[in-house]
Nanobody, 124 residues
Framework: QLQLVDSGGGLVQPGGSLRLSCAAS????????IAWFRQAPGKEFEAVSC????????NYADSVKGRFAISRDNAKNTMYLQMNSLKPEDTAIYYC?????????????????WGQGTQVTVSS
């Protein structure tokens, strides 16, 4: 069973930063396409950013371009989402995902492994 455990969420003021982490415990992330999704209250899942198994980076959410950055540390078997200049509209539950597919996808159905989600709240 593929297991991902995400963490790092919390309450932050507008303009602040957070780094989300997602650790894989039962498989090697470097062999997977990895991505972050988010779900704001009352809204559908939104793909944020992805690194494909081939190392290709795709940023899906125009609203986070230049502010968020996805990365992975193969030695730690952990992926990250660095979030800077946070805005209230970034408030959501953030989920890490992974799949053996070679390419990124903005569709949730394309990913077989999911973290439990971590809440990010941006508010003054």
């Amino acid at each position: 069973q593929l297991q991902l455990v995400d963490s790092g969420g919390g309450l932050v003021q507008p303009g602040g930063s957070l780094r989300l982490s997602c650790a894989a415990s039962t498989f090697s992330l470097d062999l997977y396409t990895i991505a972050w999704f988010r779900q704001a209250p009352g809204k559908e899942f939104e793909a944020v950013s992805c690194i494909s198994r081939r190392g290709r980076l795709t940023n899906y959410a125009d609203s986070v371009k230049g502010r968020f950055a996805i990365s992975r540390d193969n030695a730690k078997n952990t992926m990250y989402l660095q979030m800077n200049s946070l805005k209230p509209e970034d408030t959501a539950i953030y989920y890490c995902t992974a799949d053996q597919a070679y390419e990124c996808s903005p569709r949730t159905i394309a990913y077989g492994a999911w973290g439990q989600g971590t809440q990010v709240t941006v508010s003054s």
